[in-house]
């Protein structure tokens, strides 16, 4: 026992040792870090604090367009700063920046621990994690590399500053340094630039305003896009001033309500404005404010400079004739590349210098309703879904309410006349069946909700969202209204959007940067282009040759109209809020999309007027220019499909859904030989709605067995039977439809197709010309006649004599044997056919 004890005291004397060394090993190693940290400080030789208001800014970002040779804007041009004594500002803006800032910054020492820890609690909301003296030397003295050595020397240097300077003064440093926005410094140019008055003598709200901005001057500043987000910010300047006990809450109250007006920005320096605010707003948010403001980056953007000029002057032009004719005070355009989604121009605003209408704002970023420039989304779903181009849809007076009977009454007290939906077209008129394909075209309303209940509102939501509309909410924010414009989108997405149609259902996201190069030619960033393949191909084509049909579109627009370029391929579609606060037109090419809106900032009404009258002139007077420096390509056709395997209404027939499929050429029923371009459909007479023949979710499936189940069909399905009563249309007749088969087409038709000609027996060179002649015997008389070399078309005859010469060197594939083969159509489409065998050789 004795023996045990004193082994368990060795262990535990063994074990205490053991600590103690491990112990005096950290003491001494951090007396001696401590020693070298002294000895490293005591090297690091302190700047004249005097000569701070000196700070290099020569290494600022320049944005360039996409050639790299026009500047479009300089971040540090002419930078102003405007030394302003301490004694000279304003208590309200030392306090309003105290309190968001570093409301313990006359009680620390240079490093806030505590307001580090606050900082990571709230989030910055009760100050940062940065003390006012820690933000004096960062700005002044150190760079921006992502190391701990330079947070250490921040943190010993601020120490140091505090022991040089006195709080005041350390204060009056950073409120003459502090950044407000590209070339303004200082409190003191701030106050002239925005308030156009000396520093001394800023109210509350505007001491609070500039309190704000220094957090990320790009995002804050008053001339972009985020002036409510700014005044949240002030506001909560305001609210930190009276939790510290600066201001008491009546001027809480007061300075809250206070309406600050900003001055104009300087229209100098500056190059296509609101792109360079764009790009300036994206290089923030991606490598932080004093990256943009102190490394020098030289950026290459996708601006077209001479399209924006063109874009400028061109809005320029048009904007008094829109104002006074239209009451539409402003404008805005974008123009996308569809094939890699740069972004060629953006004009944001008719004037972005005019502050009293709001010219800095960049509607081409804002959210606004679409109208019906929203339609080719919900048709491309449908036709997704199995519909076509030539689905027919009654364009009568509707009601779409469940909550109302299909006169629009209410079913009950408690629901208000007019919750219930009865959309009008935009003349008020109503044109009985009409096809998808015109109804798009000609953009009327009935037939465009009736296509969104078929396509289905979440269907329609996510191909939207897919193709770039990021903005859209969820299905019970709209409802049916969503297929008029009820959600709201950007121009620069919609126009993006538009582009997927137009590069054949692939999308490339929106970008404005071609490269990003550091000051030592170092490439930060580059474009690298992230294509995706969102829609199919063959329904983008479907929409594209809709909103490319001027001849569907004439009833609207007429043949002529500003939509119309002879010769060209363009597709395009136009937009008009319910309200007439937005007018829109957004169309392209297969290599460049344009969109274009007009209204007013403050959602004043336009006069009444479609779109097609009010800026389409202006859209196409952009994309004419547009088009003289782009290729003229062709869009690419949908392929023909044979229709009268479908449901009738499918097929465009909306007399009926019973259906007999026959052959036109003998009005008999069609059999296995009839060729597809000589079928047709007739139906026994009986009109219903699109429900009563149609599952809406497989169209192309079994037919309902119980149509009236669905919610809409009593209310599509009254106005319908109401309009065949109008119409005194009959109904039941089944006395023209044919009992017997088709007897025109057959396999004997073309009996014989024989080649003539050059002795195809014998072996011919590949430079020597081959004349062959084509005979037949035929029914009925021979409409055409084509030749083939291994499948390439040699020629094509519709006259006699069906004679053709060729060369066979001038075809690719050809070889030693090569075959021949004539095809021989007859009046009715029969066909024949006859082949032989070439042979070529070099000798």
């Known amino acids: 026992m004795v023996r045990r004890a004193r082994s368990h005291k060795s262990k535990l004397r063994y074990i205490l040792n053991h600590w103690k060394a491990v112990a005096l090993f950290f003491v001494g190693g951090a007396f001696l870090f401590a020693g070298v940290l002294i000895l490293w400080t005591s090297f690091m030789k302190l700047p004249d604090f005097t000569e701070f208001h000196d700070r290099k800014v020569a290494q600022s970002t320049k944005i360039y367009d996409r050639t790299g040779k026009i500047l479009l804007y300089d971040v540090h041009q002419n930078v102003k700063r405007t030394i302003v004594p301490f004694a000279d500002i304003s208590p309200w803006v030392k306090k309003a920046v105290i309190s968001i800032e570093d409301s313990a910054f006359y009680e620390h020492h240079g490093v806030s621990f505590r307001g580090v820890a606050r900082a990571i609690i709230y989030g910055g909301t009760r100050g940062g994690g940065s003390t006012i003296t820690q933000q004096v030397i960062k700005k002044t003295m150190l760079t921006d590399e992502k190391l701990i050595t330079r947070k250490l020397k921040e943190i010993l240097l601020s120490f140091r500053l ?461 994309m004419a220019e547009a088009m003289k420096v782009s290729p003229n390509e062709k869009f690419i056709a949908p392929e023909k499909e044979d229709l009268t395997i479908l449901p009738a209404p499918l097929q465009g027939i909306w007399q009926g859904g019973d259906r007999y499929v026959i052959d036109r050429s003998s009005g008999k029923l069609a059999t296995a030989l009839t060729p597809a371009e000589m079928k047709g459909t007739i139906v026994v007479p009986e009109v219903h709605t699109i429900l009563h023949w149609v599952n809406k979710t497989e169209p192309r499936g079994t037919p309902p067995i119980n149509p009236q189940n669905d919610s809409q069909y009593s209310l599509w399905e009254i106005p319908v039977r109401a309009w065949v009563a109008s119409k005194n249309i009959a109904e039941g007749d089944r006395s023209g439809i044919p009992t017997e088969y088709d007897n025109n087409h057959s396999s004997d038709a073309v009996s014989s197709v024989t080649l003539s000609g050059t002795d195809i027996t014998l072996s011919h060179k590949p430079d020597e010309v081959i004349t062959l002649s084509v005979s037949t015997m035929s029914r009925y008389p021979v409409s055409r006649v084509e030749l083939f070399l291994n499948g390439e078309l040699v020629g094509k005859k519709t006259a006699e004599p069906f004679v053709f010469s060729f060369t066979p060197q001038d075809f690719g594939s050809l070889t030693t044997y090569n075959s021949l083969t004539a095809v021989v159509y007859d009046s009715i489409l029969n066909k024949g056919t006859g082949s032989a065998q070439l042979l070529i050789s070099e000798e």
Not at 184 to 194: D, L, M, N
Not at 229 to 256: C, F, H, P, W
Not at 524 to 547: C, D, G, H, M, Y
Not at 576 to 599: C, E, K, L, Q, S
């Open 162 to 622: 505090e022991g040089a300077f006195e709080k005041d003064e350390i204060l009056a440093l950073y409120l003459n340094e502090i950044p407000y926005g590209g070339s303004i410094y200082g409190i003191g140019e701030a106050t002239k630039t925005f308030f156009g008055k000396e520093a001394k003598d800023l109210t509350l709200a505007e001491s609070a305003y500039l309190a704000a901005i220094p957090n990320a001057p790009t995002y804050y500043s008053p001339y972009g896009n985020h002036r409510d987000k700014l005044d949240e910010r002030k506001n909560l300047v305001l609210r930190r001033m009276n939790e510290l006990g600066y201001i008491t809450s009546e001027e809480l109250v007061a300075a809250r309500a206070e309406k600050i007006e900003f001055l104009p920005k300087e229209p100098t320096g500056i190059k296509a404005p609101h792109f360079v605010e764009w790009v300036k707003e994206y290089l923030a948010n991606k490598y932080g404010e004093l990256a943009v403001q102190e490394n020098g980056y030289r950026v290459i953007t996708t601006l077209n400079y001479d399209l924006q000029k063109k874009a400028e002057e061109i809005i320029t032009n048009a904007a008094p004739d829109l104002e006074k004719n239209f009451n539409a005070s402003n404008m805005a355009l974008v123009a996308v590349d569809p094939t890699n989604g740069q972004v060629l121009s953006m004009v944001g605003s008719r004037d972005y210098f005019d502050v009293k209408k709001e010219g800095n704002f960049n509607v081409a970023l804002a959210h606004r309703q679409p109208g019906s420039t929203f339609k080719p989304f919900v048709y491309g779903t449908a036709f997704m879904k199995g519909y076509t181009p030539e689905t027919v849809l009654f364009d009568l007076k509707t009601n779409f309410s469940t909550n109302c009977d299909a006169q629009g009454v209410p079913y009950s007290p408690k629901i208000k006349p007019e919750d219930c939906y009865m959309p009008e077209n935009y003349d008020g008129k109503y044109r009985g069946p009409i096809s998808m394909r015109d109804a798009l075209a000609q953009s009327l309303n009935i037939p465009a909700v009736k296509t969104l209940y078929l396509a289905g509102i979440n269907d329609s939501l996510t191909t939207a969202r897919r193709m770039g509309i990021e903005s859209l909410g969820s299905a019970n924010q709209y409802g049916l209204t969503l297929v008029l414009g009820g959600g709201e989108v950007s121009l620069l997405d919609l126009t993006g959007a538009y582009g997927v149609f137009a590069n054949d259902g692939t999308r490339n996201p929106n970008t404005a940067i071609l490269r990003i190069e550091a000051k030592d030619g170092t490439v930060v960033e580059e474009f690298k282009q992230t294509s995706e393949q969102v829609f199919p191909s063959e329904i983008a084509r479907k929409v594209t040759n809709i909103l490319a049909d001027n001849v569907a579109r004439t009833p609207e627009f007429g043949a002529n109209s500003a939509l119309y370029f002879p010769g060209k391929d363009v597709a395009v579609k136009t937009g008009t809020t319910n309200d007439f606060r937005d007018v829109w037109t957004v169309g392209y090419t297969p290599n460049i999309a344009v969109g274009m809106w007009a209204g007013n900032n403050d959602n004043t009404p336009l006069q009444k007027n479609i779109a097609g009258f009010i800026i389409t002139p202006i859209w196409h007077a952009f």
